[in-house]
């Protein structure tokens, strides 16, 4: 599985972007999909992710960024998707989508290259 992320960019304070995560590959829909970030300086956060349990797709989310973030995915065209609202300077960030096949795994297999996401205030 290869992972292409793109969407990110230059926002202001409060503002809105969508990062997109194109994968390649079969079975992207038996993936659970994640996306995650990095800022300068810092470790590697979860964001959220989201995975087909029992004939559903379920998401969750990191405490602080619930209700601001929303992970989605399109099984059609193979990609998943992060909307990111009320953006915070804090949120200033490198954003990359993983996929793992297993949902219980702590370890995500695949990672893509990451996208530039700077919000200024």
């Known amino acids: 599985v290869q992972l292409q992320a793109s969407g990110g960019g230059l926002a202001q304070a409060g503002g809105s972007l969508r990062l997109s995560c194109a994968a390649s590959g079969r079975s992207f829909s038996a993936y659970t999909m994640g996306w995650f970030r990095q800022a300068p300086g810092k470790e590697r956060d979860f964001i959220a992710a989201i995975r087909w349990n029992a004939g559903a797709y379920y998401a969750n989310y990191a405490d602080s960024l619930k209700g601001r973030f929303t992970i989605s995915r399109d099984n059609a065209k193979n990609t998943v998707y992060l909307q990111m609202n009320s953006l915070k300077s804090e949120d200033t960030a490198v954003y990359y989508c993983?996929?793992?096949?297993?949902?219980?795994?702590?370890?995500?297999?695949?990672w893509g290259q990451g996208t530039l996401v700077t919000v200024s205030s």
């Open positions: 993983a996929a793992k096949y297993a949902a219980t795994s702590s370890t995500y297999d695949y």
